[in-house]
């Protein structure tokens, strides 16, 4: 079993920034790969970023490129996501995930673990 805790959710004017961790525990966490979805209320949770096991190799939606970041400190059990130049249509709950079934995936169902979720809201 592995345990994953979000933070860093808030409320950020657009244009702004945030920085979400989430914090594993249980298991080797260098030994997953991870990822970060978001959800909307009404709609189904979606692909944002992965990050291969070694931090090495990322994967971004295309409405994210070049505005967020996801790194990974196996050191500290932590995975990040660096959000800047945010939007309105950013705001979701986000939802970190881990994974021994694949590397850089972006379907829920390659996702054996996930965390509670931060809520995130951009205002305009």
């Known amino acids: 079993q592995v345990q994953l805790v979000e933070s860093g959710g808030g409320l950020v004017q657009a244009g702004g920034s945030l920085r979400l961790s989430c914090a594993a525990s249980?298991?080797?966490?260098?030994?997953?790969?991870m990822g970060w979805f978001r959800q909307v209320p009404g709609k189904e949770r979606e692909f944002v970023a992965a990050?291969?096991?070694?931090?090495?190799?990322?994967y971004y939606k295309d409405s994210v490129k070049g505005r967020f970041t996801i790194s990974r400190d196996n050191a500290k059990n932590t995975m990040y996501l660096q959000m800047s130049s945010l939007k309105p249509e950013d705001t979701a709950v986000y939802y970190c995930?881990?994974?021994?079934?694949?590397?850089?995936?972006?379907?829920?169902?390659?996702?054996?673990?996930w965390g509670q979720g931060t809520q995130v809201t951009v205002s305009s």
């Open positions: 990050i291969s096991r070694s931090g090495g190799s990322t």
């Open positions: 249980g298991r080797t966490f260098s030994n997953y790969a």
């Open positions: 995930a881990a994974t021994r079934i694949t590397v850089l995936g972006t379907r829920l169902a390659e996702y054996e673990y």
